[in-house]
């Protein structure tokens, strides 16, 4: 299990942000639209995905700071292996399904890879996901903006910032 995913894990546990009374979902506030993709501001953070015919993916920026890739996944429950290819780069991780949903780690060379990239290809335990990265430098960097906003972040915060380059 991926270090960031174990962190998420028991931060989920701990802070119940994902549970079966309470699943992840894209309802809340409208941020902003950019380059094709969707910012909203909920409990749960704020979160970037294409909207149309449902999200493939999701970032997401949690009110407690840090960064997490989401999929849609009725399938599965618990710790599932996985793995996000971005073009030539490849991830592997295992994510934590609950309530429809795969939580996975979304470290900085991960965001890069996704800020520089054209596709997104997922296998998350057999089930497939595809997305076109267009955009993506814009909606990470709106998502910045978004949790900076929401968390009132200052230089002089005893937390440290969610950056999505940095």
């Known amino acids: 299990m991926g270090f960031l995913t174990k962190l998420f894990s028991a931060s989920a546990v701990c802070f119940g942000l994902v549970s079966q009374a309470q699943a992840f979902d894209l309802n809340g506030s409208h941020y902003a639209d950019v380059r094709g993709w969707r910012v909203v501001q909920n409990q749960f953070g704020c979160s970037g995905y294409v909207p149309g015919t449902g999200p493939s993916v999701i970032f997401n920026t949690p009110p407690a700071g840090g960064w997490q890739m989401i999929f849609v996944d009725p399938a599965h429950y618990g710790d599932v292996p996985g793995v996000v290819d971005v073009d030539k780069y490849s991830f592997d991780d295992t994510f934590y399904v609950d309530g429809g949903y795969a939580y996975g780690g979304f470290d900085l060379s991960l ?56």
């Open 111 to 166: 965001r890069k890879s996704v800020g520089q990239g054209r596709m997104l290809y997922a296998d998350i335990g057999g089930v497939r996901y595809e997305q076109s990265l267009r955009g993506s430098t814009a909606v990470l960097l709106k998502l910045e903006e978004c949790w900076t906003r929401m968390s009132g972040w200052t230089t002089q915060s005893n937390k440290a910032p969610t950056r999505a380059f940095k």
